[in-house]
C-alpha cells in the first residue's frame, strides 16, 4: 500500500516560485520512482518529472531549467521547485508511485496517486 500527500500549492504572481511538497508512507517497493503531474483545466494529465530511488531524475523538455525535483535523505518527502511561473503552469499537481524497475521511471508504470494541490499563477 502507497500513501501519497501533495502540499505546498497557492497561489502565485507570473516570474515567481513555489516549492511543492509530496509526502510519502507505505510499501517502499512500489515507490523506486515518484513522478510530478499536473493537469490544467480543460487539458489532459501530463508528466512534469521523475525521480527515482537512486537520484536519477527526468524532465519535461519544456520544464527543463525551470523545474527540479529533489528528495531529501529518507525520501519520506519528494520535492518539486518551480521557479519562473508563467500563467500556463496553473492546475491541479499531482504526485504519483510506481514500482521503478525502469530507472527513467516512464510515465506509464505511475500506479498510485495523490489527491493533488492546486497552482494558480496571476498573469
Known amino acids: 500500500q502507497v500513501h501519497l500527500v501533495e502540499s505546498g500549492g497557492g497561489s502565485v504572481q507570473s516570474g515567481g516560485s513555489l516549492r511543492l511538497s509530496c509526502a510519502t508512507s507505505?510499501?517502499?517497493?512500489?515507490?523506486?520512482?515518484i513522478g510530478w503531474f499536473r493537469q490544467a483545466p480543460g487539458k489532459e494529465r501530463e508528466g512534469v518529472g521523475t525521480?527515482?530511488?537512486?537520484?536519477?531524475?527526468t524532465y519535461a523538455d519544456p520544464l527543463k531549467g525551470r523545474f527540479t525535483i529533489t528528495q531529501d535523505n529518507t525520501r519520506n518527502t519528494i520535492f518539486l521547485q518551480m521557479n519562473g511561473l508563467k500563467p500556463e503552469d496553473r492546475g491541479m499537481y499531482f504526485c504519483?508511485?510506481?514500482?521503478?524497475?525502469?530507472?527513467?521511471?516512464?510515465?506509464?508504470?505511475?500506479?498510485?496517486w495523490g489527491q493533488g494541490t492546486q497552482v494558480t499563477v496571476a498573469t
Open positions: 525521480i527515482h530511488r537512486n537520484g536519477t531524475t
Open positions: 507505505g510499501d517502499v517497493r512500489n515507490m523506486y520512482c
Open positions: 504519483a508511485s510506481a514500482v521503478g524497475g525502469d530507472y527513467s521511471c516512464p510515465y506509464a508504470d505511475f500506479k498510485w
